[in-house]
């Protein structure tokens, strides 16, 4: 148990922020946490639960004094928060966050934070449909990986040291130029949840039709697909606006793809339909075989009893 900073101030309580207080937590890694949430709610909850050493009424308190502040918001609220917490920081501080989209945040944070501190967005790979302060485990970063995205210039031992807490954390630690993260993210994340917002929508327009048996009869390939799009809209929201061009980009490909599968379906071509899910399932493999993923059938979920 190393404490890596004597001073960590977290912005924004929900499930990124509160799995990294626990996490923190678990390895030691921070002497005193602060929190702060916009909403009284928020906090009230926070204090509950013992999320955070001390829960703060202003950001400008929660971050006085930290040498780590931690912008857990959302994407689109990250430039206000940065302007309201800027007067506020300790000189020599870092200043990361865990946005889901990297080249939107340097824009909407950097032009606010003073020259004497360190800006280091970060991304963590990690997460659940859940939301809120409640819904955050010490585990959540375990063997997942956590992409710094150094802005030019950044100190290498500010860079060392963040890089430690995520490790500390149980994250594997890589690095990533902003532009890339947002393409990479786009085809692993980005355009997956909206394929899966768009299923589960023509499958609620449908059920009309059904007379509810797409939810009594609900099988794998749709309850995955609700699963994803059962995420927090503020935040999938916030993705597709700030991550435009590759979401787009990605988009545009899927659709091409789409109409080359229905035309094997028209006109009976199993030939390529078999060779493409052929490729397709090699991909799963090497996802399980990276550790990212496990082999148990039904993706190892337990059987709900009744
Ligand atoms: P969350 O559980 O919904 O919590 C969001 C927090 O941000 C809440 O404390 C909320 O405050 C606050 N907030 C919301 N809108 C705000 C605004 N306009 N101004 C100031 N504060 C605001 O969210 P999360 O899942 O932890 O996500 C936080 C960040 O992590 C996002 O940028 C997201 O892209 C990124 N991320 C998420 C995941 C994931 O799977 N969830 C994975 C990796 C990265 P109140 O509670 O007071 O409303």
């Given at each position: 148990?190393?404490?890596?900073?004597?001073?960590?101030?977290?912005i924004g309580?929900?499930?990124?922020?509160?799995?990294?207080?626990?996490?923190?937590?678990?390895?030691?890694?921070?002497?005193?946490?602060?929190?702060?949430?916009?909403?009284?709610?928020?906090?009230?909850?926070?204090?509950?639960?013992?999320?955070?050493?001390?829960?703060?009424?202003?950001?400008?308190?929660?971050?006085?004094?930290?040498?780590?502040?931690?912008l857990?918001v959302p994407v689109g609220a990250m430039g206000a928060v940065a302007?309201?917490?800027?007067?506020?920081?300790?000189?020599?501080?870092?200043?990361?966050d865990?946005g889901?989209v990297?080249?939107a945040v340097i824009q909407a944070v950097?032009?606010h934070?003073?020259?004497?501190?360190?800006?280091?967005p970060?991304?963590?790979?990690?997460?659940?449909?859940?939301?809120?302060?409640?819904?955050?485990?010490?585990?959540?970063?375990?063997?997942?990986?956590?992409?710094?995205?150094?802005?030019?210039?950044?100190?290498?031992?500010?860079?060392?040291?963040?890089?430690?807490?995520?490790?500390?954390?149980?994250?594997?630690?890589?690095?990533?130029?902003?532009?890339?993260?947002?393409?990479?993210?786009?085809?692993?994340?980005?355009?997956?949840?909206?394929?899966?917002?768009?299923?589960?929508?023509?499958?609620?327009?449908?059920?009309?039709?059904?007379?509810?048996?797409?939810?009594?009869?609900?099988?794998?390939?749709?309850?995955?697909?609700?699963?994803?799009?059962?995420?927090?809209?503020?935040?999938?929201?916030d993705?597709?606006?700030t991550?435009?061009?590759?979401?787009?980009?990605?988009?545009?490909?899927?659709?091409?793809?789409?109409?080359?599968?229905?035309?094997?379906?028209?006109?009976?071509?199993?030939?390529?339909?078999?060779?493409?899910?052929?490729?397709?399932?090699?991909?799963?493999?090497?996802?399980?075989?990276?550790?990212?993923?496990?082999?148990?059938?039904?993706?190892?979920?337990?059987?709900?009893?009744?």
């Amino acid at each position: 148990m190393t404490v890596i900073y004597d001073r960590v101030a977290l912005i924004g309580l929900g499930l990124i922020a509160s799995s990294m207080f626990w996490a923190m937590k678990r390895g030691g890694l921070a002497g005193e946490v602060t929190g702060y949430a916009r909403s009284a709610a928020t906090r009230d909850t926070a204090r509950r639960i013992g999320l955070c050493d001390r829960v703060c009424d202003t950001a400008a308190e929660a971050v006085a004094g930290a040498d780590l502040v931690v912008l857990c918001v959302p994407v689109g609220a990250m430039g206000a928060v940065a302007a309201e917490i800027a007067p506020h920081l300790k000189p020599g501080a870092t200043v990361s966050d865990v946005g889901s989209v990297k080249a939107a945040v340097i824009q909407a944070v950097g032009p606010h934070l003073p020259d004497n501190v360190h800006f280091i967005p970060a991304h963590p790979l990690a997460g659940t449909e859940h939301s809120g302060p409640e819904s955050g485990f010490a585990t959540l970063f375990d063997n997942r990986w956590c992409l710094l995205v150094p802005v030019e210039g950044t100190d290498a031992d500010a860079l060392d040291r963040l890089s430690r807490l995520w490790a500390g954390m149980g994250a594997n630690v890589d690095t990533m130029e902003a532009d890339h993260h947002d393409l990479v993210l786009a085809v692993t994340s980005h355009a997956p949840h909206l394929i899966a917002y768009t299923m589960v929508g023509v499958a609620d327009d449908l059920r009309r039709v059904t007379d509810s048996e797409v939810i009594k009869y609900s099988a794998a390939g749709f309850r995955d697909f609700t699963r994803i799009a059962a995420s927090d809209p503020t935040m999938w929201r916030d993705v597709f606006l700030t991550n435009k061009e590759a979401t787009l980009e990605i988009l545009g490909r899927f659709t091409e793809e789409l109409f080359a599968l229905q035309r094997a379906i028209r006109t009976g071509d199993g030939d390529h339909l078999h060779a493409y899910f052929t490729r397709t399932r090699a991909i799963r493999r090497g996802i399980i075989e990276a550790g990212q993923d496990t082999d148990a059938p039904d993706f190892g979920r337990v059987k709900a009893v009744r």
